[in-house]
């Protein structure tokens, strides 16, 4: 009985070898798979690179904003949306012509401002409105923000609360319509020219940019002296739909 269990154990073990190396051997076969397909991968990718231009290479894992030239049309021109979310495109141009006082805006624009401002001269007794902050440059928009933030600080506000509040009035710099050459601030004689541009704006082409009710949506305190130019046909929609530019660029995405 003790042979036959021996001869039994000895058959056993064989088979058990037998099954090893076959595992053995897939395991090795396995790996040369990987290695071959791994090696053909790297060779090709390193083929790709070497024969590929490197401006091809940057195209396909790039994506390039295109600079706002002077010449694209101006009805997009006129409703590019620029606040705290949104900066003003790289390499903007804008040709400047002077309205006053050494203020300067968009060319385009021009004509448009200074009929609105000489048809408010009866609400603004009898004066004409004055501009007094068109066009800024990315230097002098950086001179105001840390003038308002100083000013802040001297009060005994915190940093953090100081530069709160300063976004509230003073956009950071490169988020400014004013970097537009479109926006203008405009100063009166008397409050009510303010009534006036409010209700009469649109006709030439220029929104109240920041009512007090839209604050939440435009990230601006009212201001009832910055107007935005936007094109006639938009600003009467604007006006007529009671909502302020970013209400209307997302519509118009929609449409």
Known sequence: MEEKRSVREIRRHKRLQRKRRRGFLLTVLLFCIIVSVFSTGFLLGCSWKRDTPQEEMEQNFIVK????????????????????WNPVPDNYEVNLVEVGDGECVDERIYDSL???LEDAKEA?????????SGYRTMEQQQRIYDEKLAEYRQEGYSDDEAEALVQQWVATPGYSEHQLGSAVDINGATYDVYFWLQEN???YGFIFRYPGHKTEVTGVAEEVWHYRYVGVEAAAEIYEQGICLEEYVERKKMM
Do not use: C, F, H
């Not at 904003?65 to 705290?84: F, Y």
């Not at 603004?124 to 007094?132: A, S």
């Open 124 to 132: 603004n007794w009898g004066q004409l409105p004055r501009v007094v």
């Open 114 to 116: 200074m009929e609105m």
């Open 201 to 203: 704006s649109y006709k």
């Open 65 to 84: 904003e295109e600079p706002v030239q002077a010449d694209i049309p101006d009805t997009e021109r006129n409703l590019i949306l620029v606040n705290r």
